[in-house]
């Protein structure tokens, strides 16, 4: 069974870091691997998707890897504004489960 | 610009009451899918529907029934609210149930009392 894992499960940073959220899988036969982020009561909203034959996405001041061997993504954030503050989830797609979401990673960048 | 919409947005039930969410897209995507969130426990799969006609049980189906009403509509029934289905329901939807990119609603709360 598919299982994901976001770690960790909340980050504090100062404006204007770099910075990375991890995410990792334990069945490698994935078809994709999605980021999403999700601010308070609202839905998801889609950030990056990486087909399982790419290694990484980029838009804008996001940048996400897949490294499906090791069963790892990290989403990079550069230049990290208030306006990120929300909660950035990841998932997986592929077999009987379809899409298995990680719990998510509470980003609060501090002004 | 409608992409995912779901109805009603708040929800408020007496244990044993039924009750059916909506959701439309207007993305022409050809897979469906229900899940709840709850705290602690992320976001689980209810129901999907990978193309108009067919519905398929995710993890969590019992207590739960779906209607792929055509290409644009999947409704979600609670026949005997519980207070365990006490939640906020997210509809979704992708152009392909394996490779595509997925697309959320706004979400609707329900509380069962």
């Known amino acids: 069974k598919q299982e994901v894992t976001q770690i960790p499960a909340a980050l504090s940073v100062p404006e204007g870091e770099n910075l990375v959220l991890n995410c990792s899988f334990t069945?490698?036969?994935?078809?994709?691997l999605q980021w999403f982020r999700q601010d308070p009561g609202k839905g998801l909203t889609s950030l990056l998707l990486?087909?399982?034959?790419?290694r990484e996405q980029t838009s804008g001041r996001l940048n996400a890897s897949l490294d499906k061997s090791s069963g790892r993504s990290t989403l990079y954030i550069a230049a990290s504004q208030p306006g990120d503050s929300a909660t950035y989830l990841c998932?997986?797609?592929?077999?009987?489960?379809?899409?298995?979401f990680g719990q998510g990673t509470r980003l609060t960048i501090n002004p | 610009n409608a992409g995912v919409t779901q109805t009603p947005k708040f929800q408020v039930l007496k244990t044993g009451q039924s009750m059916t969410l909506q959701c439309a897209q207007d993305?022409?995507?050809?897979?469906m899918y229900w899940y709840r969130q709850d705290p602690g426990m992320g976001l689980r799969l209810i129901y999907y529907?990978?193309?108009?006609?067919?519905?398929d049980k995710g993890e969590v189906p019992n207590g739960y029934n779906v209607s792929r009403l055509n290409k644009r509509e999947f409704s979600l029934r609670l026949e005997s609210a519980a207070p365990s289905q006490t939640s906020v329901y997210f509809c979704?939807?992708?152009?392909?149930?394996?490779?595509?990119?997925?697309?959320f609603g706004e979400g609707s709360r329900l509380t069962v009392l």
């Open positions: 998932a997986v797609k592929g077999g009987a489960q379809k899409l298995v």
């Open positions: 069945d490698s036969a994935i078809y994709n």
């Open positions: 990486i087909q399982s034959s790419q």
């Open positions: 993305m022409n995507h050809n897979s």
């Open positions: 529907s990978a193309s108009e006609g067919t519905t």
């Open positions: 979704a939807s992708d152009t392909n149930v394996d490779t595509g990119e997925l697309f």
